[in-house]
């Protein structure tokens, strides 16, 4: 168990974060921040909260837990004059702002861009939406399935003979959001140089597509749409996940000649890297399945165990497939603490990914485990004026 570390001081201390935003993307930027020393205050209906504190396993909100960590939670009732007057005051002493409204509803709440920097010139307004904030799809919904959708990314997951399969995780919302932590700190650097904040456009659809590759000029260089390939590549192979005897499964990847061509040798078929059908990567990817047979044949005759032992003897590329169960037995996970228990007094303790990635002279930390709904809101209030007295009014009327 790794207790938390409430008095950790990381490189990004002293920055304020107004997260207003909702599930995913929103709090994949903020987490971010908020690991490497942000203050990140995430604003919360009184009576709901944010519904990623909905998502349960075994009544138990363990998204929240991992994603709400690092974090304080004000409760404000932003349809109450009262509690955009408070919103107003803490906007002038933020450095962020991020919200996943739909595009235009910020406007209509009063809080346009141009209102805001009009209060603290200074602000970073990170805008998170599905599909940006300008263009015919703006006002659409716009969750993560129906960008992976859109994007191409689910046309080229699984199989030829089977649909497409979308992600079975929030993928498109991570993307985006680790793109508007880097966005926030390219802006951050922008306001160092010039004292003056700005607009962040960070819509679910565009990291996802960013990260499909060379998509639209393979498609204006052959003119085709690709087929699903299962767990095989178009530009390597052999690459694809394999059986073994018992049961078990290994990914190969020989992204490179001389790989390949260990590869063949080590499943004792070095004759092959002579033959004209698999001496060079461009005749290999001709026809992967021929390719990738004779170490299909070789994996499927042998245990996990002896397959993989003979692999690392022989430095070929070659890893397991893990189950989450097995990820976190593996000796080097547990070496680097890829994975931490953190004390949880719903759990006894709570496993979650470790701050990423690691920096050699200021690293993040995990300080605060995951607020309780409007556990800061005295605390956040107080800095704008808010007394005991008037905080008891407040939550007497529905406002915090």
Known sequence: MIAFRPDAAGPLQGLVVLDLSRLVAGNMVSLQLADYGAEVI?????????????????????????????????????????GMDLLRRLVATADVMIENYRPGTLEEMGLAPAVLHGLNRRLILVRVSGWGQDGPYKDRPGFGSLVEGVSGFASKNGFPDRPPVLPPLALADMIAGLYGAYAVMVALRHRDATGEGQVIDLPLLDPIFSILGPEAANWKLTGQVPQRTGSQSKTASPRNAFRTRDGRWIAISASIQSMAERVYAAVGRPDLNQDPRFRTNDERIKDPDRSEAPIREFIAARDFAEVMAHFERHEVTAAPIYDIDQFLEDPHVRARQIVVELPDKEMGTVPMHNVVPRLSASPGAIRLPAPELGEHTAEILGRVGVDDARLAALKAAGVA
């Not at 990623?52 to 109450?80: E, F, M, P, Q």
């Open 42 to 82: 995430k604003v919360e209906d009184p009576k709901k909260g944010d519904p990623l504190r909905d998502w349960r396993t075994n009544g138990i909100s363990a998204h929240w837990k991992v994603y709400g960590r690092n974090k304080k939670s004000l409760t404000l009732n932003l349809r109450a004059a009262e």
